[in-house]
């Protein structure tokens, strides 16, 4: 009786070390999902709930539950640390501290947005008063406008818009203040740094406050150019103009050990909307 016990016992521990093992080979992903998010204003997420179908009638329904980050770092940081996170993040500022998942089975790069493809692209904008801005600020802007702008947009990863012609440097000295999108800061940090090489006389402070803060600053006068990772309101349009400037997309993160590689566009409004609560529900 002792040795039928003795082997009920060691088949028993078998069948739980092999399920182990099968789990490790690529099993189904178990644990609840980390649905981390960006803060209330981000244009990054305007444009995420937007095109993945999350905000309906202007109505964000992101998970009450979501992890709320202030900016792309945070974000990617966050995901990096949590086996079981999700967020996402402008493609420009994508690294390897985390993995970009396919969304219908499109990858994220600079041609499949091009040809419509990826489903997460937005613009990225720059907006100045209706009646314009200061003589240097313009001049920047018509840096950014120029095959040299466009041509180092193209090589941080983002997509160019046609040039306007060449740029000649200016010559003009003094302070141009930028405020906004966190998504647009690193290719405008790009930008203003060239710029400044050709136009020493000139500096210029860059404030990362969000699409929305950045807008009203230039509502309000308090910076000579507004930056934001998405499109503007009526209400917005009707006090400045806005200016396109690149094309980007949003790409959706996972922690580099997670086994899932693609999402469907529904799926991951399921998981964001809180339908969708643990990795093993996705089929």
Same mark, same amino acid.
């Given at each position: 009786?002792? #040795?039928?016990?003795?082997? *009920?016992?060691?088949?028993?521990?078998?069948?739980?070390? *092999?399920?182990?093992?099968?789990? &490790?080979?690529?099993?189904?992903?178990?644990?609840?999902?980390?649905?981390?998010?960006?803060?209330?204003?981000?244009?990054?997420?305007?444009?995420?709930?937007?095109?993945?179908?999350?905000?309906?009638?202007?109505?964000?329904?992101?998970?009450?539950?979501?992890?709320?980050?202030?900016?792309?770092?945070?974000?990617?940081?966050?995901?990096?640390?949590?086996?079981?996170?999700? &967020?996402?993040?402008?493609? &420009?500022?994508?690294?390897?501290? !985390?993995?970009?998942? #396919?969304?219908?089975?499109?990858?994220?790069?600079?041609? +499949?947005?091009?040809?419509?493809?990826? #489903?997460?692209?937005?613009?990225?904008?720059?907006?100045?008063?209706?009646?314009?801005?200061?003589?240097?600020?313009?001049?920047?802007?018509?840096?950014?406008?120029?095959?040299?702008? %466009?041509?180092?947009?193209?090589? $941080?990863?983002?997509?160019?818009?046609?040039?306007?012609?060449?740029?000649?440097?200016?010559?003009?000295?003094?302070?141009?203040? *930028?405020?906004?999108?966190?998504? !647009?800061?690193?290719?405008? $940090?790009?930008?203003?740094?060239?710029?400044?090489?050709? +136009?020493?006389? !000139?500096?210029?402070?860059?404030? %990362?406050?969000?699409?929305?803060?950045?807008? /009203?600053?230039?509502?309000? @006068?308090?910076?000579?150019?507004?930056?934001?990772?998405?499109?503007?309101?009526?209400?917005?349009?009707?006090?400045?103009? /806005?200016?396109?400037?690149?094309?980007?997309?949003?790409? !959706?993160?996972?922690?580099? +050990?997670?086994?899932?590689? +693609?999402?469907?566009?529904? %799926?991951? #409004?399921?998981?964001?909307? @809180?339908?969708?609560?643990?990795?093993?529900?996705?089929?």
């Amino acid at each position: 009786m002792r #040795k039928t016990k003795r082997n *009920l016992f060691a088949v028993t521990i078998s069948v739980v070390m *092999l399920g182990g093992l099968l789990t &490790g080979c690529g099993g189904e992903k178990a644990g609840n999902i980390t649905v981390v998010s960006r803060e209330d204003g981000s244009g990054t997420r305007g444009a995420f709930t937007e095109l993945l179908g999350i905000a309906v009638d202007d109505v964000d329904n992101t998970v009450s539950t979501a992890e709320i980050t202030n900016s792309t770092s945070v974000m990617m940081t966050t995901v990096a640390g949590d086996e079981n996170a999700i &967020g996402y993040v402008s493609l &420009g500022s994508l690294d390897d501290s !985390v993995k970009a998942l #396919k969304v219908d089975g499109v990858e994220a790069t600079v041609e +499949n947005i091009k040809a419509g493809d990826y #489903k997460a692209a937005r613009p990225f904008n720059i907006c100045i008063p209706k009646d314009g801005t200061t003589e240097i600020a313009q001049d920047l802007i018509d840096f950014i406008l120029s095959e040299d702008g %466009q041509i180092i947009i193209g090589e $941080e990863g983002y997509i160019s818009e046609e040039a306007s012609g060449t740029y000649k440097a200016s010559g003009k000295e003094g302070k141009i203040t *930028l405020a906004g999108s966190t998504s !647009v800061s690193p290719v405008m $940090e790009k930008l203003t740094e060239k710029y400044k090489e050709l +136009n020493p006389g !000139v500096t210029i402070e860059i404030q %990362q406050t969000g699409s929305s803060a950045g807008i /009203e600053s230039a509502i309000e @006068g308090a910076c000579d150019i507004g930056m934001s990772s998405r499109e503007l309101k009526e209400e917005e349009l009707a006090k400045l103009q /806005e200016i396109e400037i690149a094309m980007d997309g949003i790409c !959706v993160i996972v922690n580099l +050990n997670s086994e899932v590689d +693609n999402l469907t566009a529904e %799926q991951i #409004k399921q998981i964001y909307t @809180g339908e969708i609560t643990q990795w093993s529900m996705l089929q």
